[in-house]
């Protein structure tokens, strides 16, 4: 689908050591290593205040860290940034392009400050915008907005590509067109630095996530071994009529239950075997005499991985 | 699929100038602005104040004593409207303006004239009335004398306006022309998206410079045409000087704008910078008149202003005809607030 005119940079694609950066009197970064292997979509997953975009805006040269190394395609920012920025791609959290510009005219904006690349109309013909191709910007929906996003990032055939919140705020069926989009340009060995507070999408589109919270990192692996660590593929969420309660000690202790915790009148287990653990959690609830108002079951996600090392949801902020 | 060599439209330079003017003309409240709002303005203006053949004069004579023989006297000389009003009525329209004087007889036979000395039309009345007056009651002129009329292009006050609201237009389209697009383009963080690219940020700037200077000749030529073909302004000086005044002129307010621009990071900041800036030389640099009406002591800090230097320089070139030799001073100020805004925009530019 794309043409490949460079090959794809060997190694390690994005290396950040040790890296801080404090505004006033908040840290947004305290401390963070990461590294992008080449040819593989990394994802940085944290709840909005978590450190992402000032990370990546970092690693793309637009701000400054207080300390630590980036090196980007095994090169540090402040010298001869221009060549560098002809291999990377960027998609930036809530740029607006000129309204009044067609979606060709933005792109042959972009595509004329690369050496090389797909031409315009290759380049609008990937994203699927080709019916939008003549229409103002302004008069696109958001979808086909990050889509036109998606193809500036593109316009110059980058070796790294640095996506931040590609889908938020997007419907649910223009976040899956885009998935769609990035699956491709992955399939196609260029590496891809993602920032998303989506579980979904990071379980989806990444090789390797890195779970951030505060400017940390606390996790670090591929979506299913971060899962797989919980030592429980489901869980169990449920609340209770008032006024009953149940102690959290007597849920720990039912067969296949991994950990238990209630939270604003809601209790929340991890569970290792379902079909075990729910005929004895029933009965106990029974025995206590406690009234269910509510009961839910998922298999596990990233998102219990964040719950069980935070205590916290992504998007509760 | 790749492009070794680019075609000229495919030049970032180009392309970044083609979206400025995609930008301009696709904004019909700009094009009104900067385009027909001030030849509608010259328009409006040269006719509200064109020369009149003679202007007409208008007095009153109280009706007491031998009111209508003077009122006769006086409605047999030129130029002079005379209405009868009793003496209350009269002191009211000499309030309100509408009379410049009030000729009051008496039964002595001596006249009062009632007229306000700071009003240059009451003076000018006074003079008339007491000559027709005078000569009425048979006074003779010991001189001779002859009028000779001269009616020239070029001392009306509409030769004297279209330069200054060229100068006007030229600070307008400048400031807010440079100024909205560039805070207009960081507020949406367009700024920062261009700036992650390998664009050139000089080439960015200078993006702006090359659209303002096809936008300049247009302009110019608009409201300059319709000022020499409507009302007949003369173009007495060289066009060479007339463009180079210009294109310096459209330049320095440009640089102005960019340093406006340097920092603010909302649309409403901007606008209030810009009028702050703008204020000021809408009132002392002499658009509608002389700057010269101000009071000596801040005369030197009139003269400084960029738009004092460039209508004054317009005029000289318009309408005296003046060398490059005769503008050199005021091209100099010009020259100075262009350098000078340009380098401190270049210093405080935030891209983010």
């Known amino acids: 689908m794309i043409p490949r005119m460079r090959t794809p940079h060997q190694g390690i694609a994005l290396q950040v050591r040790n890296l801080r950066k404090a505004y006033q009197d908040v840290v947004a970064v305290d401390g963070l290593d990461l590294e992008v292997h080449s040819g593989e979509c990394f994802g940085l997953l944290g709840p909005n205040g978590a450190g992402k975009t000032t990370t990546v805006e970092i690693c793309e040269g637009l701000n400054t860290p207080d300390s630590g190394e980036v090196l980007v395609l095994g090169r540090g920012w402040g010298h001869q940034d221009r060549e560098l920025r002809q291999r990377l791609g960027i998609s930036l959290q809530e740029t607006q392009f000129s309204e009044k510009l067609t979606v060709d005219e933005t792109v042959q904006l972009f595509r004329s400050f690369y050496d090389r690349g797909p031409s315009p109309a290759e380049v609008i013909a990937m994203v699927q915008l080709q019916e939008k191709a003549q229409s103002r910007v302004g008069s696109l929906s958001g979808g086909q907005k990050q889509r036109l996003a998606l193809a500036c990032a593109l316009v110059g055939d980058p070796e790294l590509l640095f996506l931040d919140e590609p889908t938020t705020g997007l419907d649910p069926q223009s976040r899956r067109q885009l998935w769609e989009l990035i699956e491709r340009f992955k399939a196609d060995g260029r590496s891809i630095l993602l920032t998303t507070h989506y579980m979904d999408e990071a379980e989806r589109l990444c090789d390797r996530v890195a779970i951030v919270d505060h400017g940390r990192m606390i996790a670090l692996g591929t979506p299913q071994a971060l899962i797989a660590r919980l030592e429980a593929e489901h869980v169990v969420e449920f609340a209770l009529a008032e006024p009953s309660a149940i102690d959290e000690t007597l849920l720990r202790a039912i067969d296949g239950v991994c950990a238990a915790e209630r939270r604003n009148g809601t209790y929340r287990l991890q569970v290792s075997e379902l079909h075990r653990a729910m005929p004895s959690l029933l009965a106990e609830l029974r025995r206590q005499g406690a009234q269910l108002a509510e009961l839910r079951t998922h298999s596990a996600t990233l998102e219990d991985v964040f719950v069980s090392l935070t205590g916290r949801h992504l998007r509760d902020e | ?352």
């Open chain 2, 1 to 352: 699929m790749s492009e070794p060599g680019r075609r000229w439209t495919g030049h970032p330079l180009v392309q970044l100038t083609r979206v400025r003017y995609r930008e301009f003309f696709r904004e019909p409240e700009a094009v009104f602005w900067v385009f027909i709002f001030p030849v509608l303005l010259a328009a409006g203006l040269g006719i509200a104040f064109r020369n009149r053949a003679a202007d007409r004069t208008v007095v009153a004579v109280v009706t007491t004593g031998q009111a209508a023989p003077l009122a006769d006297a006086l409605r047999r000389a030129d130029g002079l409207d005379v209405s009868l009003l009793t003496d209350s009525a009269a002191s009211e329209a000499l309030r309100i303006g509408n009379v410049a004087m009030v000729v009051v007889p008496s039964a002595s036979g001596q006249l009062e004239y009632r007229y306000d000395d700071s009003r240059p039309e009451s003076r000018t009345a006074r003079l008339v009335v007491d000559d027709v007056l005078q000569r009425a009651s048979g006074r003779r002129n010991p001189l001779a004398v002859r009028d000779q009329l001269v009616r020239e292009r070029g001392a009306r006050y509409i030769d004297f306006l279209v330069p200054g609201l060229l100068g006007m237009n030229l600070m307008g389209s400048g400031i807010w022309g440079l100024g909205f697009a560039i805070v207009d383009a960081r507020k949406k963080r367009l700024l920062k998206r261009l700036i992650a690219t390998p664009m050139s940020r000089s080439q960015y700037l200078a993006s702006f410079v090359l659209s303002r200077l096809t936008l300049l000749v247009i302009e110019v030529t608009l409201l300059l045409g319709f000022g020499v073909l409507v009302f007949g302004i003369p173009l007495r000086g060289s066009l060479p000087l007339l463009a180079t005044i210009c294109l310096v002129s459209s330049l320095a307010f440009a640089s102005l704008g960019l340093l406006i621009a340097s920092r603010a990071q909302t649309m409403e900041g901007a606008s209030g910078l810009m009028n702050l800036v703008m204020l000021p030389m809408w009132i002392f640099s002499g658009v509608f008149f002389s700057a010269s009406r101000f009071p000596e002591q801040i005369q030197p800090f009139i003269q400084a202003l960029p738009l004092t230097a460039v209508i004054d320089a317009l005029r000289a070139n318009i309408l005296r005809g003046a060398g490059w030799h005769m503008v050199t001073g005021e091209l100099a100020i010009i020259l100075a607030w262009m350098v000078g805004s340009f380098v401190l925009a270049l210093k405080l530019f935030r891209w983010r």
